[in-house]
């Protein structure tokens, strides 16, 4: 990410050029300022996939997953990849009559699709699994919007991939980090998910970057790579956990 940086900074003399009113050489430095903008989206993109590359994932699991995500992001300054920041995005966009006391059907999913569509090229994803609705599955009366949340999550890890979760995250990062100057060289992110949900999620985390933990905060199970058995959630027990995957990273 430094290097890239270096790069940014080296184009903004080119991007910052003064054009005077009748200089002969107006249209050459035109040119060059039209040409380091383009390099500079270049680069700003590769600053976002160094970003993914470079995220550090936990993913919290169990009754106390929301807790845990809470203290992390407050208390440790990790970034919230959560599904539910994308499916919100989603779900927020349509029509409550479409889904709300009514049973799961193909209208609200093509309506949803469509918007996923809008998201996706935000992110650069120009291709991509379409949705896919299982009657069987997803025949669910919806009594409200986190309801529709719930089915969209599924969706999306089923038929897309929960890959796009990380890249939702690192989209939603990067510009940030950019602002700051940030260097690395981790980018930590956490993910709430349901438990059954994690393996799979986790499986396609593991495609984008190496570094994904799961945690477990549920004190009646020992699961994952780190499991909280205490009954008291805290900074401190987080920070242990936080700790030995630091030392895992070196």
Same mark, same amino acid.
């Given at each position: ?41 270049? /680069?700003k993109r590769d600053y976002r996939d160094a970003?993914?590359?470079s995220m550090v994932i936990l993913v919290a ?5 929301l807790s845990a995500k809470d203290i992390l ?74 309801? /529709? ?70 004190? +009646? ?10 009954? +008291? /959630? ?5 920070? +242990?956990?936080?700790?030995?995957? +630091?030392?895992?990273?070196?």
């Amino acid at each position: 990410m430094r290097n890239i940086l270096a790069k940014i900074k080296d184009k903004q003399p080119y991007i910052n050029l003064e054009i005077k009113e009748g200089d002969p050489t107006s249209r050459t430095k035109l040119g060059m300022v039209a040409q380091a903008k383009l390099e500079v989206e270049a /680069l700003k993109r590769d600053y976002r996939d160094a970003v993914l590359r470079s995220m550090v994932i936990l993913v919290a699991t169990g009754p106390r997953a929301l807790s845990a995500k809470d203290i992390l992001v407050t208390e440790f300054g990790m970034n919230d990849g959560s599904p539910s920041t994308l499916t919100k995005k989603i779900s927020s966009k349509i029509d409550t009559s479409l889904y709300l006391n009514k049973t799961m059907h193909n209208s609200a999913i093509d309506v949803a699709s469509n918007i996923m569509d809008g998201l996706a090229k935000e992110m650069d994803i120009w291709s991509y699994p379409a949705f896919y609705y299982d009657s069987r599955k997803h025949n669910i009366h919806l009594n409200s919007e986190e309801d /529709l949340q719930t089915i969209l999550e599924d969706i999306l890890l089923e038929s897309v991939g929960g890959e796009v979760f990380a890249i939702h995250a690192g989209n939603n990062i990067y510009s940030s980090l950019l602002d700051a100057s940030f260097e690395g060289p981790v980018v930590p992110v956490v993910m709430v998910v349901r438990e059954e949900k994690a393996a799979k999620l986790i499986a396609d985390l593991n495609k984008v970057t190496r570094n994904v933990f799961h945690i477990n905060t549920d004190p +009646k199970k020992k699961i994952g790579d780190f499991s909280i058995t205490s009954k +008291k /959630l805290d900074n401190e027990s987080l920070e +242990k956990i936080l700790t030995q995957i +630091k030392q895992s990273l070196t």
